[in-house]
């Protein structure tokens, strides 16, 4: 399997699945996030290095983001406002993540991975009793929702896998809105970090544009099909499943680091 990156030919195979994961990757990006722990571990299965696998993975997820955004773009209704403080919030982090990934050792933030997506997961499960630990987001100090939503951008920027499940936990925490139109601006702030980290790592990062070729339509697809799904589940039956995406996901990287 890895024998193609060496060679720089991909068989009719390895575009198959790879295609096939991009399409899975971009509809789980649209309802939970998390798509992009389905990509990576293709990636390094076909031989590409762990920095570049991570960038081309990282580039390959912003067609799927764009396409989750139009699927729920009914719930972003009013939230314009809302959007304009949060964005460049979220942008300024993402820059900021990018940077750091290009200039330390691959793998350091992977190794806090497990403890940062079950963290994130417990967060959206016990949404409701850290909102009155925090306070109402009407009642928090202003500085507290941009302080964790630039951190969320620096993950997002520096690593990118999961960052769904991370926002919609954030977000669940500082904005009162239902389920529905939450994951709707978590789409659009995924969006956010996917156009920054393809600007950054095109011109600067090591993308492996022949897999990127096969990535980017496929996870159009998929996060365009995944997001009409999505806003058809119940708000908690929503919630159920990203909580159990998440600790499944967190799970999987525990076993990995254990091993």
């Known amino acids: 399997m890895a024998g193609w990156i060496a060679s720089g030919v991909m068989d009719l195979g390895a575009l198959v699945l790879l295609g096939a994961v991009g399409v899975a990757a971009g509809s789980v990006n649209a309802v939970a996030g998390g798509g992009s722990l389905i990509m990576l571990p293709v990636l390094l299965a076909f031989g590409v290095p762990p920095v570049q696998a991570t960038v081309t993975n990282s580039v390959s997820v912003t067609g799927g983001y764009s396409a989750s955004v139009l699927g729920t773009r ?26 750091l990934l290009l200039h330390t050792p691959p793998g350091v933030f992977a190794k806090l991975m497990p403890l940062l997506v079950l963290a994130a997961s417990l967060l959206l499960a016990f949404q409701e009793r850290v909102g009155r630990l925090v306070g109402e987001p009407h009642a928090q100090p202003v500085w507290l929702r941009f302080v964790l939503l630039f951190l969320v951008g620096v993950y997002g920027g520096y690593f990118n896998s999961v960052l769904g499940v991370i926002l919609i936990a954030v977000l669940s925490v500082v904005v009162v809105e239902s389920m ?10 995924q969006l956010v970090v996917g156009v920054v980290a393809t600007t950054v790592y095109s011109l600067f990062g090591p993308v492996y544009w022949p897999a990127v070729a096969v990535l980017v339509p496929a996870t159009l697809l998929g996060g365009f099909a995944g997001a009409r799904a999505g806003r058809r589940l119940p708000a908690r039956t929503l919630r159920a499943v990203i909580v159990a995406f998440g600790v499944t996901v967190a799970g999987a990287l525990f076993l990995r680091a254990m091993s």
Do not use: M, W, Y
């Not at 972003?76 to 990018?98: K, Y």
């Not at 529905?180 to 702030?189: D, S």
């Open 180 to 189: 529905n139109r939450i994951v709707a601006l978590k789409n659009i702030l």
């Open 74 to 99: 009914p719930d972003l209704r009013g939230q314009g406002a809302r959007l304009r403080l949060l964005a460049p919030t979220v942008l300024l982090g993402a820059s900021t993540g990018c940077v």
